[in-house]
């Protein structure tokens, strides 16, 4: 019997050798845990709380807090024990911030009234001051073989060969100009990577060229896990969407000269460079046009609102997609109002109200079988997307009519 009561006292001994340990541990928590404002090339900015091997990573993602409050993405890496928290668009240099890493108690009625100890840290987003802008900039010209133009103030990527431009694309992300503004200046392609890691960042960068120091061009960003990057600033990559990235990539060569300004005047862009489906304006004329080509024939279709992005993502964002053309070069273009479904024969007529108006014909399965007849083009018929098919209200039907003369 006393043998029997001394296993229960070394038992219930222990279990308090266990639940002081484990107090001791929560109570002394503040020396294990550490918290850091950093500026990693790639996410801008970042918080990180470094925990001991021993904390559960649910208590850890739960512990962390930022004030004032600000929109952005928490990110756990588990060999490091780090807690990650990027701020979507960068943290307000006017602001100072309070990080505080808060471990909740265990649950329990004996533990309920002990306050744990907390880790905190103030900081503030440096400022860098944005340059100056005249009206006398320099942008660089280069006649022959190939360069990269980046337009930092347009957000538009350029490539010219030969001194003409053969493509255009938005830029997804630039440096916080508050904070690390992308380098400026006139730089080459210096290596070129399918895939690069950024080790300090925990981060991949698809179809990646670096052109200065740690400064690259790249696709989205994402996480070891695949999802990807939330930030919309870089601390000074270029990002481009992802499949633009990889046509850029493919279109470059190593030596490629790379062209950074922040020119407040838009590129203008050649009419031979603009390709099939591409939207486009005249310098001084805000009316935008969806581009079809076929052969030798020209045809442009008036864009009247930017959900256009939404019925074709390609198109998106709508205003950076823009090619800007000198006055008078769509002069050559056919303005056509016609459209029509994939598959489907009946043609219909957009009017400027954003009406659509069946074209009433001979034959009861469509006119698109009596177009050729009548003198019109076929390619003139724009085919559609469903989205944009429906966004036109019915408007009474029209009759085909031979073509003008």
């Known amino acids: 019997m006393l043998a029997f009561v001394k296993k229960i006292a070394l038992f219930f001994y222990a279990l308090f050798i266990v639940a002081v340990l484990g107090l ?10 550490h918290l850091s404002y950093r500026t990693p090339q790639e996410l801008g900015e970042e918080v990180v709380a470094t925990f001991p091997s021993w904390m559960p990573e649910v208590i850890a993602k739960n512990s962390l807090r930022i004030s004032p409050a600000v929109e952005g993405q928490s990110v756990w890496f588990e060999n490091e024990r780090e807690l990650h928290f990027i701020p979507t668009r960068g943290f307000d240099p006017a602001a100072a911030y309070h990080a505080t890493v808060s471990i909740a108690p265990p649950s329990s009625p004996l533990l309920a009234q002990l306050t744990f100890p907390t880790t905190t840290l103030t900081f503030q987003s440096p400022f860098v001051p944005t340059p100056s802008k005249t009206e006398n900039f320099y942008t660089p010209k280069i006649e022959q073989g190939k360069f990269i133009d980046i337009n930092l103030e347009k957000m538009r990527m350029t490539l010219f060969e030969d001194g003409k431009a053969v493509k255009s694309y938005p830029l997804a992300a630039k440096g916080n100009p508050k904070v690390a503004p992308t380098r400026e200046g006139v730089f080459t392609v210096l290596s070129k990577e399918p895939r690069h890691f950024a080790l300090r960042e925990h981060l991949w ?17 994402y996480w070891p896990d695949g999802v990807p990057l939330k930030s919309t600033y870089s601390a000074g990559c270029v990002r481009l969407q992802t499949p633009d990235a990889r046509e850029v990539f493919n279109w470059a060569d190593k030596g490629t000269a790379v062209a ?14 603009v390709q099939d489906g591409d939207l486009v ?37 709508f205003t950076r997609r823009l090619n800007v053309l000198e006055p008078g070069a769509l002069s050559s273009y056919t303005l056509s109002r016609w459209i029509r479904l994939e598959g489907d024969a009946h043609v219909y007529e957009v009017d400027d109200t954003n009406k659509k108006h069946e074209l ?17 083009d076929m390619d003139e018929v724009y085919v559609v997307s469903k989205k944009e098919f429906n966004f ?14």
Request: glycine share 8%.
């Open 24 to 33: 001791l541990a929560f109570f002394s928590l503040g020396m294990f845990i």
């Open 260 to 273: 950074v300004h922040s020119t407040p005047a838009y590129l203008l862009f050649p009419e031979a460079s």
């Open 281 to 317: 304006r005249e310098i001084g004329d805000y009316r935008v046009y969806v581009v079809k080509k076929a052969g030798a024939k020209r045809f442009k279709r008036h864009v009247t609102t930017e959900q256009f992005s939404e019925w074709y993502p390609q198109l998106a964002p």
């Open 392 to 405: 036109y209200k019915n408007g009474k039907g029209k009759e085909l009519k031979p073509l003008r003369t």
């Open 360 to 376: 009433e014909c001979a034959s009861s399965s469509g006119c698109l079988a009596e177009w050729t007849k009548t003198g019109w």
């Open 205 to 221: 960068m698809p179809w990646s060229m670096q052109f200065s120091g740690d400064y690259f061009i790249h696709g989205w960003p």
